[in-house]
């Protein structure tokens, strides 16, 4: 079948993405890479049998735009979560580069106890979450004026950026929207690749495929 290179838009999940793509296309499905809800941006979609190349593009580095917002707090880094004023802007912007730990958020979809985390968050409870490493390739601050600032962010899969944002102090990330995976870039959303044309890109999917 094909990779459809999709431009989710805010407020839907890309579980929602892919449902209602499983049920106009009548084939199965899956995405490469979640987007939380108030993210944008591209969203693989494997139509078919190219979601035996989830392992491959999941893998794949990622680039985002994301805006951020200083002298403020969100309980869920976002700006879906309490938000609080607190007037300290962050000395320095800069952000962290290279191999950095995270502590997978609580609103995240990482299972824990076979159960989501967003799910426990949900209901008001807060358990342990797991550390991990990621790559940040590139954190360039492209502006700042007021109390926004705008960065691009290239970085390894299984990033949190809300939470790369929130070693600034206080700051969190309002608006945050996905340019790339790989290869692939948001420009082209729309398009439908075959699994042919996107072993030419990608040797290891080719691979794969065999």
Known sequence: MTLLLCDK???V???DVVARLR???GCKAGHAGTLDPFATGLLLAMLGDATRLQRVL????KTYLATVRLGWRSSSGDPEGELTETGR???SLELPTGTVRQRVPMTSAVRVGGERLYRKARR?????TPPRDVEIHRAELLGHEGELARYEIECSTGTYVRTLIETLGDAYCTALRRTAV????VE???EELSLERVGELLPAAAEALR
Do not use: I, K, Q, Y
């Open 9 to 11: 838009p805010a407020g």
């Open 13 to 15: 999940t890309s579980h």
């Open 23 to 25: 049920r106009e296309r």
């Open 58 to 61: 999941t893998g794949l580095p």
């Open 89 to 91: 802007v962050p000395e």
């Open 124 to 128: 008001g409870e807060t358990v342990t």
């Open 182 to 185: 790989g290869p692939f870039r």
């Open 188 to 190: 082209d959303a729309g």
